[in-house]
């Protein structure tokens, strides 16, 4: 796939086949990611696989938790600000989106329900978790970001398809308890991976961008 074809055509993927990743496709994509750039090189990531029981027992221990009304705890601060003004419209805009195409299962709300899906890791059969080392430097987040796209956009490569999950960061005691990652690691970010089951309901969501004038400002263009 052309690059360019790979930006403009990632979306989302948030319903997939059960077909299992092979572990060599997961380890070769993530050979390949790791020559995202860093800042001065300190490459503060590191990635977690998370499949099969594990992954199950994570996915089951969480929506737990969102049930018990347990209030996400992150490493990082993800949840405390919420978005306002123009913000704020765009992710009402996004919520509509993607509410108006869940069905919820009985007796739960939507946002319940979409906030389980996606905890769940959309039944995709493998996440990936991004770990940053308590003592990563400043601008590790950032670069993991990064790395972050890299993945998805690496993927479409392999015919497989991305969620990133900033959901799977809401309790990270579970996931370090689950998948045992050493206290001393943050957990980042997750995504989702495999392959897309494109005639999911959950698959035709398109979300939009700003038109390009209205995010630049040219700075000292050259005189004709
Ligand atoms: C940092 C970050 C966290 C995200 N967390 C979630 C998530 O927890 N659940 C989810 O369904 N999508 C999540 N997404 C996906 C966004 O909703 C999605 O990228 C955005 O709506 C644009 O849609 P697109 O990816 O299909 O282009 C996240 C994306 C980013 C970059």
């Given at each position: 796939?052309?690059?360019?074809?790979?930006?403009?055509?990632?979306?989302?993927?948030?319903a997939?086949?059960?077909?299992?990743?092979?572990?060599e496709?997961?380890?070769?994509?993530?050979?390949?990611?790791?020559?995202?750039?860093?800042?001065?090189?300190?490459?503060?990531?590191?990635?977690?696989?998370?499949?099969?029981?594990?992954?199950?027992d994570?996915?089951?221990?969480?929506?737990?938790?969102?049930?018990?009304?347990?209030?996400?705890?992150?490493d990082?601060?993800?949840f405390?600000?919420?978005?306002?003004?123009?913000?704020?419209?765009?992710?009402?805009?996004?919520?509509?989106?993607?509410?108006?195409?869940?069905?919820p299962?009985?007796?739960?709300?939507?946002?319940?329900?979409?906030?389980?899906?996606?905890?769940?890791?959309?039944?995709?059969?493998?996440?990936?978790?991004?770990?940053?080392?308590?003592?990563?430097?400043?601008?590790f987040?950032?670069?993991?970001?990064?790395?972050t796209?890299?993945?998805?956009?690496?993927a479409?490569?392999?015919?497989?398809?991305?969620?990133?999950l900033?959901?799977?960061a809401?309790?990270?005691?579970?996931?370090?308890?689950?998948?045992?990652?050493?206290?001393?690691?943050?957990?980042?970010?997750?995504?989702?991976?495999?392959?897309?089951?494109?005639?999911?309901?959950?698959?035709?969501?398109?979300?939009?961008?700003?038109?390009?004038?209205?995010?630049?400002?040219?700075?000292?263009?050259?005189?004709?």
């Amino acid at each position: 796939m052309e690059l360019l074809d790979a930006i403009k055509s990632r979306r989302s993927v948030r319903a997939y086949k059960p077909d299992q990743v092979p572990e060599e496709v997961l380890t070769e994509l993530l050979d390949i990611v790791r020559w995202a750039p860093s800042a001065t090189n300190t490459q503060p990531w590191e990635f977690f696989v998370l499949t099969g029981k594990v992954l199950t027992d994570l996915n089951h221990a969480t929506v737990a938790k969102i049930r018990e009304d347990m209030k996400p705890n992150p490493d990082i601060d993800l949840f405390e600000k919420p978005p306002k003004g123009h913000y704020a419209k765009r992710q009402q805009k996004f919520f509509k989106q993607i509410l108006g195409i869940i069905e919820p299962e009985e007796g739960k709300d939507k946002m319940q329900n979409w906030f389980e899906m996606s905890v769940g890791n959309y039944g995709a059969p493998a996440r990936i978790v991004i770990v940053a080392d308590k003592s990563a430097p400043g601008w590790f987040a950032f670069d993991i970001g990064i790395v972050t796209q890299t993945i998805a956009l690496a993927a479409q490569e392999y015919g497989l398809g991305t969620c990133i999950l900033g959901d799977a960061a809401a309790y990270p005691d579970e996931v370090r308890r689950i998948a045992n990652i050493p206290e001393s690691k943050q957990i980042i970010i997750g995504i989702a991976i495999g392959y897309p089951d494109w005639d999911h309901p959950l698959n035709s969501l398109r979300t939009g961008r700003e038109p390009v004038e209205e995010l630049v400002t040219w700075c000292g263009v050259a005189e004709e």
